[in-house]
């Protein structure tokens, strides 16, 4: 049984950075399948989404398979040369060897030349909480979560996570708005490109109102227009293929309209003035 955390808001006298933009980086087409062909278009969609954020003076947070890690490692020195944040992203399966993410976090810091913040973690199973100590012990800083943490009642991002006085993590769950009294999640994948743009600059700007950042999270295949098709059903084809030549476009309307940052600097965990 894992020690509970206590869980807390964060409170900062330091002024709203901005939002959240969050890009899993992987080499797997919608549903989980893997081919070749999507393998080889990691590297042209990383170079034409980095050149498109910086056209609008933004900063991105990047998070990176493992495998990718080995495969392409050149990805990890480009988005780090470019200001962008860079982590890891890992599914519960891959804690089941807790050595492998601390050696995972060494390879990427060894790569980057600095210390590795965050992670992304793509897990909606009961073992949340209990990875989420797994990272805090890791030395993470703060982890991207595609569950909720605690009550929908405050939304104010960070949440803190303390297990030990020095034993402490920061989590950012799933961003969510309450239209017409029901709680919408606006920010996972497939969200931005699925949703109006009416409706994600209304969360945002709410998010924008109460000074907490908003989070916007997508893979990078998200943003591929020409991603190879798969024969779906007609849900699952609106799903994984929907509104995929809308997703540049809607990204471009909100590099415009609100400002973007990286985690560290959210938290607080650099100095600004050097970025």
Not at 19 to 24: G, P, R, S, V
Request: aromatic fraction near 14%; glycine fraction near 4%.
């Amino acid at each position: 049984m894992v020690q509970s955390a206590d869980l807390q808001h964060k409170t900062t006298t330091r002024a709203f950075a901005g939002h959240i933009l969050a890009i899993e980086i992987n080499d797997f087409l919608p549903n989980g399948f893997s081919s070749s062909k999507s393998r080889s278009r990691v590297i042209p969609n990383i170079l034409h989404l980095i050149d498109h954020i910086d056209k609008y003076r933004a900063e991105a947070n990047f998070y990176i398979t493992p495998d990718l890690m080995k495969d392409f490692p050149e990805i990890i020195s480009l988005v780090s040369s470019r200001g962008h944040e860079i982590g890891l992203c890992c599914d519960y399966r891959c804690f089941k060897c807790p050595a492998d993410i601390s050696a995972y976090k060494k390879e990427l810091e060894n790569f980057t030349k600095q210390q590795a913040f965050g992670f992304m973690l793509k897990s909606q199973s009961q073992y949340g909480r209990e990875i989420l100590k797994s990272l805090a012990g890791s030395d993470f800083q703060y982890c991207l979560t595609d569950f909720n943490i605690a009550s929908r009642d405050n939304i104010i991002l960070p949440i803190e996570m303390k297990y030990s006085e020095n034993m402490r993590i920061s989590a950012f769950p799933p961003s969510y708005y309450k239209f017409l009294g029901i709680d919408i999640e606006f920010g996972q994948p497939s969200k931005m490109r699925l949703y109006p743009y009416w409706f994600l600059r209304k969360c945002i700007r709410h998010f924008t109102y109460i000074d907490t950042p908003a989070i916007i999270n997508f893979p990078l295949w998200e943003f591929d227009p020409h991603l190879p098709r798969q024969v779906l059903s007609p849900i699952q084809g609106l799903r994984s293929y929907g509104n995929l030549s809308l997703a540049e476009y809607k990204l471009t309307r909100l590099l415009l309209e609100f400002d973007f940052a990286r985690i560290p600097k959210i938290m607080g965990l650099e100095d600004t003035d050097n970025n």
